[in-house]
T-cell receptor, first 114, second 109 residues
Framework: DTGVSQDPRHKITKRGQNVTFRCDPI?????LYWYRQTLGQGPEFLTY????????KSRLLSDRFSAERPKGSFSTLEIQRTEQGDSAMYLC????????????FGPGTRLTVL | RKEVEQDPGPFNVPEGATVAFNCTYS??????FFWYRQDCRKEPKLLMS???SGNEDGRFTAQLNRASQYISLLIRDSKLSDSATYLC??????????FGAGTRLTVKP
């Protein structure tokens, strides 16, 4: 399968715990995006990488959230001291460069914070 | 005002019907426009790009009116398999994308 993959697919954690999600983009894609989606809403942009450089971060991304893409390939999104409001689907997408570059989404990681 | 606004629906239509979705956006700096489709509990997938001159892909027609900051999607001859949520998407020069909340469509036999 050469699509975007995410791991884990589901994560249940207790409030206050740290969680880390992984995204493996399509191999030739240099851009990688993280989104958060809650029920009844569209995906909400969190952050974006071009190769290993994090170029954009949403104001919605609190200090408890950090993302890395150390070698310009896979990326991790870490949430520290999780809160119940962090419960959501976390989607990763990748694309080639260019204004019209289609973003291909992974299946998402569903986080539930108890 | 939200950056991207869509009628949430749901739209319930019979098979074979024609249905149209609208989307308005507030930031004229938007450079590219797309419609994505999202099935229940699945990831969004690109349905079609939207070009200024309007474009068609089979039963789907997309239109853009930059002056009115308005995008539309028309689906003709609806199929059961068209049931999904349709997301209006804007893209800025910095590759930042903004998604609408989506319009839910159910096509019934």
């Amino acid at each position: 399968d050469t699509g975007v993959s995410q791991d884990p697919r589901h994560k249940i954690t207790k409030r206050g715990q740290n969680v880390t999600f992984r995204c493996d983009p399509i191999s030739e894609h240099n851009r990688l995006y993280w989104y958060r989606q809650t029920l009844g809403q569209g995906p909400e942009f969190l952050t974006y990488f071009q190769n290993e450089a994090q170029l954009e971060k949403s104001r919605l991304l609190s200090d408890r959230f950090s993302a890395e893409r150390p070698k310009g390939s896979f990326s991790t999104l870490e949430i520290q001291r999780t809160e119940q409001g962090d419960s959501a689907m976390y989607l990763c997408a990748s694309s080639l460069g260019g204004l019209a570059g289609e973003q291909y989404f992974g299946p998402g990681t569903r986080l539930t914070v108890l | 005002r939200k950056e991207v606004e869509q009628d949430p629906g749901p739209f319930n239509v019979p098979e074979g019907a024609t249905v149209a979705f609208n989307c308005t956006y507030s930031n004229s700096a938007s450079q590219s426009f797309f419609w994505y489709r999202q099935d229940c509990r699945k990831e969004p997938k690109l349905l079609m790009s939207v070009y200024s001159s309007g474009n068609e892909d089979g039963r789907f027609t997309a239109q853009l009116n930059r002056a009115s900051q308005y995008i539309s999607l028309l689906i003709r001859d609806s199929k059961l398999s068209d049931s999904a949520t349709y997301l209006c998407v804007l893209k800025y020069n910095n590759n930042d994308m903004r998604f609408g909340a989506g319009t839910r469509l159910t096509v019934k036999p």
